[in-house]
C-alpha cells in the first residue's frame, strides 16, 4: 500500500523558515518523481514544484511565486522528499500535501497534508 | 504558459447527470492529458480520470472524461449523481513550456440536491 506522510507543519511568522518531510513508502520512491501542492485555505490547489528521480536528472522546478525562496530535495535512503521553504510569506499559508507524479503531470497519490501558517 | 477554467459551482439533482467543463486558455486541450480530481471537504484529493479519459481501479464508471478539441476544453461527465458525489473536483493539465509542470484548474463545487 502507497503512503506518503508529511510533516514539519507548523506556525512560523513572516520572513521565518520551515522544512517539510514527506516519508514515502509502499513503492519504488527511488525512480518515483515526487512533487509539492498547497491549497490555501478555502482555495483550491496549486503546484509548488517538482523533484525529478535521480535517474531522470534529479532536476527541480517551481511555480513562480516559490522561485528563489522553496527548496525540494530528497533522500532516497530514506524514502523522503523535503520542502525547504525561506522567507515565507503571509500568502504562502496552505495545506501542503505531497504527491508522487508521473513525467506527464499526474498525481496519483497524495498525503494527508501539512498545515503551514504564516503569521505574526 | 495556460490556464484551466472551471464553472465554479455547478448543482443538480441525485439520479440526474452533470458535466463540468474545464477550458484551457491557449493551445489545444489535446495537446497534454487531463486529470479529474475529487476532494471532500477535510480531505485530500483523489483522482476520478487521468489521462483524459481512464478510470482508476475503484471509480465506478458512473465518472467519465472527454476532450473535444474543437472547443478547447475536457469535460467530467457524472451520471446516476448520488449524494456522495457532492465534492470539489479539480481540472489539471500539464504545462512543459516555462518549466512548469502542473496546472489546476480552480474548482467546481458541486452540489447534489
Known amino acids: 500500500e502507497v503512503q506518503l506522510v508529511e510533516s514539519g507543519g507548523g506556525l512560523v511568522k513572516p520572513g521565518g523558515s520551515l522544512r517539510l518531510s514527506c516519508a514515502a513508502s509502499g513503492f519504488s520512491f527511488i525512480n518515483a518523481w515526487m512533487s509539492w501542492v498547497r491549497q490555501a485555505p478555502g482555495k483550491g490547489l496549486e503546484w509548488v514544484g517538482r523533484?525529478?528521480?535521480?535517474?531522470?536528472?534529479?532536476?527541480?522546478d517551481y511555480v513562480a511565486p516559490v522561485k528563489g525562496r522553496f527548496t525540494i530535495s530528497r533522500d532516497d535512503s530514506k524514502n523522503t522528499v523535503y520542502l525547504q521553504m525561506n522567507s515565507l510569506k503571509t500568502e504562502d499559508t496552505a495545506v501542503y500535501y505531497c504527491?508522487?507524479?508521473?513525467?506527464?503531470?499526474?498525481?496519483?497519490?497524495w498525503g494527508q497534508g501539512t498545515l503551514v501558517t504564516v503569521s505574526s | 504558459n495556460f490556464m484551466l477554467t472551471q464553472p465554479h459551482s455547478v448543482s443538480e439533482s441525485p439520479g440526474k447527470t452533470v458535466t463540468i467543463s474545464c477550458t484551457r486558455s491557449?493551445?489545444?486541450?489535446?495537446?497534454?492529458?487531463v486529470q479529474w480530481y475529487q476532494q471532500r471537504p477535510g480531505s485530500f484529493p483523489t483522482t476520478v480520470i487521468y489521462e483524459d479519459d481512464q478510470r482508476p481501479s475503484g471509480v465506478p464508471d458512473r465518472f467519465s472524461g472527454s476532450i473535444d478539441s474543437s472547443s478547447l476544453s475536457a469535460s467530467l461527465t457524472i451520471s446516476g449523481l448520488k449524494t456522495e458525489d457532492e465534492a470539489d473536483y479539480y481540472c489539471?493539465?500539464?504545462?512543459?513550456?516555462?518549466?512548469?509542470?502542473?496546472?489546476f484548474g480552480g474548482g467546481t463545487k458541486l452540489t447534489v440536491l
Open positions: 523533484i525529478k528521480s535521480k535517474t531522470d536528472g534529479g532536476t527541480t
Open positions: 504527491t508522487t507524479q508521473t513525467p506527464l503531470g499526474w498525481s496519483p497519490y
Open positions: 491557449s493551445g489545444s486541450i489535446a495537446r497534454n492529458y
Open positions: 489539471q493539465s500539464y504545462d512543459s513550456s516555462n518549466h512548469r509542470d502542473v496546472v
